[in-house]
């Protein structure tokens, strides 16, 4: 898609289509001036009323250099912020794009910013995004091909703001298309490869341990859960080193759970829904993609991403309820139940972090369907050890409109994990799921600064919606790389 800044009236932009927000009760924009009377009439018969993801479209409108004149509704003015911006713009790209259209100017409003300008690019780059790599036919094929922003004049801040919202945008569809990859196709070595391609593209280190290494080093709790697997596994670590020195000692650590396919193991799942297991490894896709939004927007201070990459399969090999593994940390662990298999690799890539000198720590991860329980599809568990870098990451993820909700991780939670057998165990049974998850994650981190992200709600769409596609939705992404650059 191309990109365009025009400094020049709404009524002399040659497109397709040209959209302007309308708010609720409210009238008609100084834009809309000349089409006064076509406004009024949709007001009048309540055809449109300004609501989220209202589209009414006029056909060649008089004095308008535009083929067509589409109101698009913002909602409440008070309530339309960035990230409400970037999903009106997502869904009048998908709904417009249907209709032929191929260049789609948008309307900033009047008193914009740079970073409305960054969150309409996002909006066009993530509403044209379609998980269809795999059909032969093109008939349903119709992507924009331009989007156009109109808006005032501001020098290279709003030039800055376009290219900043297209490396997000296209790293968080760069993630999507990985979630979105069948098993058969992304195995733990191809999505090793797919990283190492993604690394020497953007200059980025790239280094993957194999079963050997990683059994050289005691990463027994990663290696059981593998064993089940014709499919080696692989730990993935992509680094990014800024060109100056930074002035700080920190090191972001990104760690994301990429289990490629999810059987539960002997403790297997039931088949219906089975087959969205290959988005298992959607923590993995969610930090390599903000790696490649790193490395082209270079903040100041290093970051590290590492993606344990596992099949949890059922063979004659594959580890069993009531086996005990020893982790990289040499804490010992009593597997309960095998589909709980994220946790027992994210420990391992979480010690492993350490020992590469990250000194702050967060993970992303389909962990828990307790989280599903708890929060529905809406907003991601947030569990941490350190509350000032959990405020952190909230006050981003809100700029980023990806929902976070802060979940408990009281000390009694911890007592669910107790094994007589073992260390802890990998469950601590059937209530507050999503939080024995955490805590077990906890117990590998020690004192680092810590925030755990359980996505399982978040990474994937059922159903499509009128801002993105069905499928994965490359949660976190914007948010780890707008973290790293305000570090």
């Not at 059922?314 to 994220?342: C, F, H, M, W, Y």
């Not at 020690?446 to 939705?473: F, Q, S």
Request: proline fraction near 5%; aromatic fraction near 6%; include cysteine.
């Amino acid at each position: 898609m191309e990109f365009k800044l025009i400094y020049q009236p709404l009524d002399r932009a040659e497109a397709d289509a040209v959209a302007v927000v309308v708010f609720e009760e409210e009238p008609a924009p100084p834009e809309l001036k000349s089409a006064h009377a076509w406004f009024d009439e949709l007001r009048a018969s309540a055809e449109f009323t300004g609501k989220t993801g209202e589209l009414s479209i006029l056909h060649q409108p008089q004095k308008f250099a535009a083929k067509r004149l589409v109101a698009a509704g913002g909602g409440k003015r008070a309530a339309f912020d960035s990230a409400a911006l970037r999903r009106a713009v997502a869904t009048s790209v998908r709904a417009l794009k249907q209709k032929g259209i191929k260049r789609l100017a948008w309307v900033l409003a009047a008193g914009h910013t740079a970073a409305d300008a960054e969150a309409a690019v996002e909006g066009a780059v993530l509403g044209n995004f379609e998980p269809d790599a795999y059909k032969t036919s093109t008939k349903e094929s119709k992507p924009l091909e331009e989007f156009h922003l109109i808006a005032a004049p501001n020098g290279a801040e709003l030039e800055e703001a376009v290219e900043r919202g297209r490396i997000l945008a296209e790293a968080q569809n760069f993630t999507r298309d990985l979630a979105n990859e069948p098993a058969n196709r992304l195995t733990p070595l191809l999505l090793a490869e797919r990283a190492r391609a993604m690394a020497a593209e953007m200059a980025l280190e790239c280094e993957v341990l194999d079963q050997d290494r990683m059994r050289q080093l005691g990463m027994g709790a990663l290696l059981g859960v593998a064993q089940g697997s014709a499919e080696p596994p692989a730990l993935i670590v992509v680094r990014y080193k800024p060109a100056t020195p930074p002035k700080t000692s920190d090191h972001l650590g990104l760690v994301g759970k990429g289990v490629t396919f999810d059987t539960g193991g002997v403790s297997i799942k039931p088949a219906d829904g089975m087959e969205k297991m290959k988005y298992d490894m959607s923590g993995g896709a969610a930090v390599l993609g903000a790696m490649k939004a790193i490395a082209q927007l270079k903040p100041a201070i290093p970051v590290t991403a590492l993606v344990p990459a596992v099949e949890n399969m059922v063979g004659g090999r594959a580890q069993r309820p009531g086996d005990i593994v020893t982790s990289l940390a040499g804490k010992t662990v009593e597997v309960l139940n095998t589909d709980a298999e994220g946790r027992l690799i994210l420990i391992d890539a979480l010690t492993y972090a350490q020992r590469l000198g990250c000194t702050h720590l967060i993970d992303a991860a389909t962990l828990t369907g307790a989280i599903v329980v708890a929060l529905g599809y809406v907003n991601i568990g947030a569990f941490t050890n350190n509350e000032d870098l959990l405020a952190r990451v909230m006050a981003v993820a809100k700029t980023e409109g990806e929902k976070m909700w802060h979940m408990p991780l009281d000390d009694d939670y911890k007592e669910l994990l107790k094994s007589a057998f073992a260390d802890m165990a990998n469950i601590g049974g059937r209530w507050g799921g999503a939080i024995s998850a955490a805590w077990f994650l906890r117990e590998f981190v020690g004192e680092t600064p810590w925030v755990h992200l359980d996505i399982a709600g978040t990474a994937w769409l059922d159903d499509a919606k009128p801002y993105m596609a069905k499928g994965p939705t490359g949660v976190c992404v914007r948010t780890f790389a707008k973290l790293a650059m305000g570090w």
